[in-house]
């Protein structure tokens, strides 16, 4: 007897239940417009310790994008 996977966030019930891949792409390309909005701010300028959180908050828009492709190819495809 196989075993139901548990499920942590309700996104992954959402993402699995997204064959076409819309909602997936939508929050890709959100993830990653946010990762350039706060990279758009560090070429701005920012003071040293404002600009260490700014990377921080990048690469975790970034990771969070790669995740959700991941999650996609993994469980949609």
Not at 7 to 15: A, D, H, K, W
Not at 49 to 62: I, N, R, S, T
């Amino acid at each position: 007897m196989q075993e139901e996977p548990i499920v942590f966030l309700e996104i992954e019930s959402q993402l699995k239940e997204d064959s076409g891949g819309r909602l997936s792409e939508s929050l890709v390309s959100s993830f990653l417009e946010d990762a350039g909005r706060v990279k758009a701010e560090m070429d701005r300028g920012l003071a040293p310790d404002d600009f260490a959180v700014a990377e921080k908050l990048k690469a975790c828009f970034e990771t969070s994008a790669a995740v959700v492709k991941a999650y996609h190819a993994r469980h949609c495809q």
